[in-house]
């Protein structure tokens, strides 16, 4: 079985669920996926990380750092830094809040960005891509130019098509409709 056979099996055991939800993009759907429950477990850590630095130096993106909106970017970003140990470059791993901080330094990106940096911005879930274009906003004000964005799932519902009419290359390791299609046979 490939690592991506195996993260679309993790996503549909642990991170699809059924029911009437709101998503952060303000969308009612029938279907969440949960990425978190699989990226922040050691299984999907293990599979995410190497996944996400294959595919940067796959699409050939430069990249100083790796980042996103926090909370569901942040273990992505952390995973594919730690696996860019074992195979320098090293790619630094940083967090952008919802919102600057009102006390200690107010930065709205935390962590080892620099102004200057080749960026990759990654997500756990792209729906509308308005998650990604906040990053990418906060990014380029503080000196970083991205260059391309990983989705650990597209929802496929327009948030790459998004993105991609802004001038960016989306690559997602999974569909929904690949996670989807385990937990209905």
Do not use: N
């Not at 906003?137 to 991205?146: D, L, M, N, Q, R």
């Not at 391309?148 to 001038?167: C, P, T």
């Amino acid at each position: 079985m490939t690592e991506r056979q195996q993260l679309i099996e993790l996503l549909s055991a642990r991170s699809v669920k059924r029911g009437s939800f709101i998503l952060a993009s303000g969308k009612t759907s029938d279907l969440y996926i949960d990425v978190r429950l699989t990226s922040m477990s050691p299984e999907g850590l293990s599979l995410i990380g190497p996944m996400v630095l294959s595919t940067i130096r796959g699409a050939g993106w430069i990249a100083d750092s790796i980042g996103g909106m926090t909370l569901g970017a942040d273990p992505v970003a952390y995973a594919a830094s730690y696996a860019s140990s074992f195979s320098p470059p090293l790619l630094r791993a940083f967090t952008v809040r919802k919102e600057a901080k009102e006390h200690g330094t107010g930065k709205l990106i935390e962590g080892p960005f620099q102004a200057g940096d080749h960026v990759v911005v990654v997500e756990d879930v792209i729906t509308t891509g308005g998650s990604a274009l906040r990053s990418i906003e906060a990014i380029s004000k503080s000196g970083g130019t991205v260059s391309g964005v990983i989705a650990v799932v597209d929802r496929e519902e327009g948030g790459r098509e998004a993105l991609e009419k802004h001038g960016y290359q989306v690559i997602p390791l999974v569909t929904i409709s690949e996670v989807t299609q385990l937990t209905s046979s």
